[in-house]
């Protein structure tokens, strides 16, 4: 049933999704929505655009931001941040990709959904797009001293201190220098998110101009989830808004690339520390350019193509590029890239020289070469089906909701043109590909076309220089200082009018009464949680009977045995790779090929967690973990006990190449996780666990894989970890085990059988893991290649049973809300800040990150403690507050992700009647709570300050009294 106002397409069943695709077209303006009629009450709802940027100004990116600054309905400054203090959602943002921008939300509750609907259809068709925004946003010059027009001018921004700092990331500049290459004349040429030397150059016009354009019904896709009918949808899609618009002729088109008619290869330089060796620090990247994303058939062929060639380590590619002396470890861009109009394919290495361009190519060559000659086997080709098949059916919805993950699927190809329901409905796509690969030569014909017969590669080197950033800043501030002087008085003076009536109007406090909310009366009184039932017998195990679509999770959980601080130093190293090894007399090739043929992979992890009643009593567990479609309940049971029982430790040259990847992956992950990287150091003396996390996870923990690394050049060290590792894991499978499966009934009761045949061996007197004590502050700053900082601090409180922990937990939203979010992103500058309680290490931290400051923001975030002690404050901040919280504890889960999340809080002690009794105090938690808390905790002389920065910035670190290391 549709609304009169809207036309009726469709309707397509997709079985092992569980929904109803229903497609609809608006009749006045072709405003097209596609709703996944669900039973699930978690709905979702999304507005998506085609943007097409034409140049680097970033201008889709900042009208993504500004939009949400204001509407016609909602004349607030910023009510996106100001909803979400106000909502039970379960999930909100706004998203720039290369060729759309899309306004996204979730909640389980219907009244909060339709007070966030109004709010996003009025914010991203009706925005205001203030002037005074559009600074704040994108970017403005100020001078560096407030209020001294002697001073120099500097450049600030939200969009353009966010783009710093992602475009500080190595990876992201190898992607925005390749996809400038392959894509010479389309808008993927361009950097979609802005480009901070040219963000600068956007007016306030032509963000104007690219709204009126781009932000039209008729330019857009609504797209829905959940078991609110369409027809309600549409009612208040054409009320709010279409019935206001006509059809619009003037969209947004994304053409077709010229293609190439011969390879081309391009030398491009990248910025690195002046402290940093450039040594193995190049990037060498090919690329082909593919067909169109959108066309199902061939969307999946070069998702066939590329998943026989880069699957696991035995793929040909993967293992070419993994072995290779050429370079340290294959490139993250490795593989299919299929979200822009036209899909791109790449293959590339990390960690090598300039001149090693050509033998790199000529491997790569060789190997395709080889696969177009011989094939592969075909039980390879059936195992790259099933990982397709096993996918489709996993219900997802651990990070984003699973509704949002459907959709943001089928965005792309409904607006390219494609079909969004027969690219989600892949079983009667993967029967047609059974028999398709049954061809002898189905993949070698699809190697020649695809790759080796097609002229459009470029092949980019990356090479490192260290003086790209000195000159890069010179050229800004000889810029800046050229702009300064073309200016006349009467524009010097409107330069500070216009910083005096930003920061007024960021102080101003609006009328948030016009917004709609919900309150503490709409939380639900209870939650579902999921039951576990142990089954007796020999093994202890734990089953919890959860709807997983067909699929079974496993996990064989060891307690920790005790270890010496270098056994703890090697966790993570055993854990990254001792399902990556072979097993009895296999090799790890065999054992690859096995995992994919008949699982979803099977990885281990530990976790190690301080008591609820007091942080300093840790406990610590080892975990083998898997997942398989239910038919292959018994082959994952096997592979799971074949790795803890037989795997083999002599396969050194392995255990070298995936201690090079992790090195590799841990290293680009700093700028981008620069702010959890800086709380991790910040709290490190808090707790035993947290100390722990930061040796093993963290800055330090890094800078130890680095010397690790280093010294695995060496034969003799090399030898020494693989027996370290074997002993390791010896002391592991001697202790105590349980097991947890989840899955659906008859899968239960296979895997019940499977388990309790097992023989167990265990160590009837093994010692237990401990830590020692700590709880110390300490004062660090780490430097790394960053054009922005990270800044944390962190002050020693109570773990989660105490009962000031709800109160500090409710205390970091008011503080973020009522106080952060105005001085450090929209005043400082930063792409965000906050605070937060974290029982885990009993200690309060605040953060912010991409950020432009240094101590004027270590300064905001003791302000903001003054200002809550101070101050008179709205009870309607602590409802906020406090709704913040609730709605994180109440964020739904998959199903099976529900199931694991609970048992291993009971085996950490958090049983459900805790987690209940601190969710209800949570919704207790009085002003007068927060106050004490604050003036209990928040002393300044108790805390703990860490900071992510450059080596630009040395001196004011040193003025900070921190100590120095290098990353």
Not at 201 to 226: C, E, I
């Amino acid at each position: 049933m549709s609304h009169p106002q809207f036309e009726f397409v469709r309707k397509q069943r997709i079985e092992s999704l569980a929904v109803d695709a229903e497609e609809y077209v608006h009749k006045g303006t072709g405003a097209r929505h596609l709703h996944f009629a669900s039973e699930n009450d978690e709905n979702v709802f999304l507005v998506g655009l085609k943007t097409v940027p034409t140049d680097n100004t970033g201008v889709a990116h900042i009208l993504e931001h500004t939009a949400l600054c204001g509407s016609e309905k909602y004349p607030v400054r910023d009510p996106f941040f100001m909803m979400i203090r106000r909502s039970l959602n379960t999930f909100m943002n706004a998203f720039t990709s290369s060729d759309w921008t899309a306004y996204p939300f979730a909640s389980k509750n219907k009244k909060d959904f339709n007070n966030l609907l109004d709010v996003y259809l009025d914010a991203v068709f009706f925005s205001r797009l203030d002037e005074m925004d559009f600074l704040q946003e994108g970017h403005r010059v100020e001078f560096e001293e407030e209020g001294n027009a002697d001073s120099p001018l500097v450049y600030k921004g939200v969009v353009y201190n966010e783009m710093k700092g992602a475009m500080s990331s190595p990876v992201s500049q190898l992607w925005q220098t390749l996809t400038r290459y392959v894509f010479p004349t389309s808008t993927y040429h361009y950097n979609s998110g802005g480009d901070p030397e040219h963000i600068t150059d956007l007016t306030y016009d032509q963000l104007k101009a690219f709204y009126r354009k781009h932000y039209h019904p008729s330019n857009a896709v609504f797209m829905t989830f959940g078991d609110i009918t369409a027809e309600e949808h549409q009612e208040t899609f054409h009320n709010n808004v279409l019935s206001r618009f006509e059809r619009s002729n003037d969209l947004a088109i994304v053409t077709d690339e010229k293609r190439y008619c011969a390879p081309l290869t391009v030398v491009e330089n990248y910025p690195i520390d002046e402290n940093d060796g450039i040594e193995n620090k190049t990037h060498i990247v090919m690329s082909w350019l593919l067909d169109h994303s959108f066309d199902l058939e061939s969307n999946l062929e070069a998702h066939l193509l590329s998943n026989v060639l880069f699957e696991n380590s035995a793929a040909p590619l993967q293992k070419a590029l993994e072995q290779t002396e050429l370079g340290q470890a294959p490139s993250p861009l490795c593989g299919l890239e299929d979200s822009n109009k036209e899909m791109l394919f790449a293959c590339g290495i990390e960690g090598s020289e300039p001149e090693r361009v050509a033998e790199f190519e000529k491997l790569v060559i060789s190997v395709l070469e080889d696969v177009a000659q011989n094939g592969v086997p075909q039980e390879r080709l059936e195992a790259v089906l099933h990982q397709l098949e096993l996918s489709q059916r996993e219900i997802s919805g651990d990070s984003y909701p699973y509704g949002l993950q459907l959709i943001l699927a089928g965005l792309s190809p409904m607006l390219h043109g494609g079909d969004p329901v027969a690219l989600l409905d892949l079983d009667p796509v993967l029967e047609r590909l059974r028999e398709q690969i049954k061809y002898p030569d189905y993949i070698q014909s699809r190697v020649k076309r695809l790759l080796l017969n097609n002229a459009h590669r470029v092949t980019l080197v990356m090479k490192p220089n260290q003086g790209f950033d000195a000159v890069r800043a010179s050229l800004v501030e000889d810029e800046l200082a050229a702009k300064k002087s073309a200016m006349s008085s009467e524009e010097l003076e409107n330069v500070e009018s216009k910083a005096k009536a930003l920061k007024a109007r960021q102080e101003a406090k609006d009328d948030e009464s016009i917004l709609p909310k919900v309150g503490i009366e709409d939380v639900p009184s209870e939650l579902y949680r999921p039951q576990g039932t142990i089954v007796g017998g020999a093994s202890k195990l734990t089953q919890y009977e959860q709807g997983t679509n067909g699929l079974i999770y496993q996990q064989v959980i060891f307690d920790l045995p005790a270890l010496s601080e270098q056994e703890q130093q090697l966790l993570p190293i055993y854990t990254a790779i001792v399902t990556e090894l072979g097993v009895a007399d296999q090799s790890y090739l065999e054992m690859q090929n096995q995992q994919s043929a008949a699982t979803g992979g099977i990885h281990a992890f530990s976790s190690v967690k301080g008591g609820g009643a007091d942080e300093q009593d840790v406990k610590g567990v080892l975990v083998f973990s898997g997942k398989a479609l239910r038919r292959n309940a018994q082959t994952l049971n096997r592979l799971l006990h074949d790795y803890i029982n037989n795997v083999r430790f002599d396969e050194t040259s392995r255990m070298r190449e995936l201690v090079s990847q992790m090195r590799a992956r841990r290293e680009q992950s700093v700028v981008n996780n620069g702010h959890s990287l800086a709380m991790g150091a910040a709290s490190s003396g808090m707790s035993p666990a947290a100390n722990l996390a930061y040796r093993l996870g963290g800055l330090q923990g890094i800078k130890s894989l680095k010397a690790l690394d280093t010294s695995l050049n060496e034969e003799s060290a090399l030898q020494q970890l693989a027996d370290q590792l074997s002993e390791l894991h010896s002391k592991v499978i001697a202790m105590p085990r349980q097991y947890l499966v989840v899955g659906e009934a008859e899968a239960l009761e296979t895997s019940k059988g499977l388990i309790q045949a097992e023989a167990l061996s265990e160590s009837a007197n093994a010692e237990s893991f401990s830590l020692p004590s700590i709880r110390q502050a300490n004062k660090q700053a780490w430097i790394t290649n960053t054009q922005v900082n990270f800044c944390a601090k962190a002050f020693a409180t109570v773990p989660v049973e105490h009962e000031d922990a709800p109160a500090l937990s409710v205390l970091g939203g008011f503080l973020r809300n009522g106080f952060l979010h105005r001085a450090i992103r929209e005043q400082g500058g930063a792409y965000g800040g906050g605070a937060s309680q974290d029982s885990a290490s009993a200690s309060f931290r605040f953060f912010s990150y991409r950020d432009p400051r240094l101590s004027e923001t270590l300064s905001d975030f003791d302000a903001s403690i003054q200002w809550m002690l101070n101050e008179e404050h709205d009870p309607e901040q602590l409802e906020q507050a406090v709704l913040g919280v609730v709605s994180q504890i109440d964020k739904p889960r998959s199903p099976a992700g529900e199931a694991k999340g609970d048992f291993h809080s009971e085996l950490f002690g958090r049983t459900q009647a805790k987690r209940d009794q601190f969710r209800q105090a949570v919704l207790k938690v009085s002003l007068d709570d927060l106050k004490h808390v604050a003036s209990t905790y928040l002393q300044d002389e108790n805390a703990s300050v860490a900071v992510v920065s450059n080596s630009a910035n040395e001196e004011a670190l040193r003025d900070l009294g921190v100590e120095i290391q290098e990353l």
